[in-house]
């Protein structure tokens, strides 16, 4: 089971680390046109085109990553104090209630988007440049999917925890702390002392 999770942990990972390298394409395209505008005086036709899409493909694809790495919002001013247990049962319910339905109407009604914007080529009625905007709308579904993954990978972790009475381990956790490890070698290789033992961080 913790092959599972960390596999799902991976997945969201890499699919957001992978769509975080669309901030220098974003960087770019308001440099550029800043330049062009204030400086030459020659405002491009696309800037503002590739911005909202370049971010609104970042802000789709960072979700499920965002998820696997517990960062989203949490309203815990109650909710630390409390046992993993009572976190976990509470977390469950909410999964059920209001993130699985969310989702599933996420994924229906992004496929429609999805399917008419790639039927039609849809270009952006916002600029003469006419840039394609079909990528980014295909981009709702799968998101929803991914979304949907790491949401059963949660639910599944809620499960283990009511059960053990401990939150299991995330992706993320387990490489904090072989970094440790590694650091505390090389220390080790490089002085020839001996390294106090690793103590992990508390759980966020």
Known sequence: MTRFLFFIDSLSTWVG????????????????EVFVRYVLGRPTTWAFDISYIS????????GAYTLSRNGHVRGDVLYRF????????VDLVLYIVFFL??????????????????RFRELSIFS??????????????VTGVLL?????????????????????????????IETVVLREK???????EQAPPARP????
Do not use: N
């Open 128 to 141: 003469p440049a006419g840039v394609p905007v079909f990528p980014l709308k295909a981009l709702i579904p």
């Open 82 to 89: 409390w046992p993993p247990r009572v976190q976990a049962t």
């Open 101 to 118: 339905p969310a989702v599933g109407a996420w994924i229906y009604s992004g496929w429609g988007f999805a399917e008419r914007a790639i």
């Open 148 to 176: 949907l993954a790491q949401g059963v990978a949660e639910i599944i972790r809620c499960v283990l925890c009511i059960r053990s009475g401990e939150w299991p381990q995330r992706l993320h956790d387990v490489e904090e």
């Open 55 to 62: 971010y609104g493909a970042m802000f789709l694809m960072a």
């Open 186 to 192: 090389q220390y080790l290789a490089e002085h020839g």
């Open 201 to 204: 961080g508390p759980r966020a």
């Open 17 to 32: 680390k992978a769509f975080a390298w669309l901030i220098l394409v974003l960087t770019f395209g308001v440099s550029y």
